[in-house]
């Protein structure tokens, strides 16, 4: 965090769960949330990428969050991570993969791997979390998913059909839970600077679409998109759910 970053003092001692947690956006989420004095659970399959983030979040004087060793596509090791380390008061729906992929080589396995990766984790997790959150009479869910499929974006049909179907399952779970005071939200990131995208995506020609179609021209971290789900988390959006939030610097 920034010395002139937002306090939200509804977010100390509050229980966290974010799901790929390890790299990236989902890195700086778990460090934001740390800097708020939450209880931080994350969870991903990058062992030495997680312990040095739980290492320097400690030695940056805020509370060590708590590490998991989960991969998502194993629903039952899912379901009793969630369980067992509850109850949560928020869950970041956070872990995905773009990778690409053409359409005509896309076998039936490829599919289904792929929507378990990019979507039906969402769901379980949600399905683990939110009895507690319901015990409780409150809580604040935050999905992600992407602008990819707004912008009309090829070579990765099974990521896009899955961040669509995100903002459905946000909208349906928003109705579902909102009489509990649970609130359902979408995060939409454009496109982030992350380690991963630097180095598999970025290039002249990429950076040159991203500033022609974002307003803002410059680029986007993960920090970005960390404080924005920090206010969704917290108490000072407390009417705000089954709605999808855009940061993308104006591109969509």
């Not at 004087?61 to 194993?74: F, I, K």
């Not at 180095?199 to 307003?215: I, N, S, Y």
């Not at 803002?216 to 920090?223: K, N």
């Amino acid at each position: 965090m920034q010395a002139n970053d937002a306090n939200y003092p509804s977010l100390r001692d509050r229980d966290v769960l974010v799901t790929g947690g390890a790299s990236g956006i989902g890195a700086a989420i778990v460090a934001h949330f740390c800097a708020q004095d939450a209880r931080v659970t994350f969870l991903d399959i990058a062992d030495a990428a997680a312990a040095t983030l739980a290492t320097e979040i400690a030695a940056a004087g805020h509370r060590r969050p708590q590490y998991r060793h989960t991969d998502l596509t194993d629903l039952a090791s899912l379901r009793a991570t969630v369980q067992e380390g509850g109850p949560f008061h928020v869950l970041v729906n956070n872990a995905a993969r773009d990778d690409r992929h053409d359409w005509q080589s896309v076998t039936a396995e490829d599919w289904e791997r792929l929507l378990a990766v990019n979507l039906r984790h969402q769901f379980f997790a949600i399905q683990a979390a939110a009895p507690a959150m319901i015990a409780a009479g409150a809580g604040s869910i935050i999905n992600f998913g992407s602008i990819a499929w707004h912008l009309g974006m090829g070579g990765m049909p099974a990521y896009t059909a899955s961040k669509a179907a995100v903002e459905a399952l946000t909208r349906s779970f928003a109705r579902d839970l909102g009489r509990h005071r649970i609130r359902v939200n979408c995060v939409l990131p454009g496109w982030i600077m992350t380690e991963r995208q630097l180095a598999l995506w970025v290039d002249e020609e990429g950076e040159a679409m991203r500033r022609a179609g974002q307003c803002i021209p410059d680029r986007l971290h993960p920090p970005d998109v960390a404080r924005l789900v920090l206010w969704l988390a917290a108490d000072d959006s407390r009417m705000a759910t089954g709605q999808t939030w855009t940061i993308d610097g104006g591109w969509t």
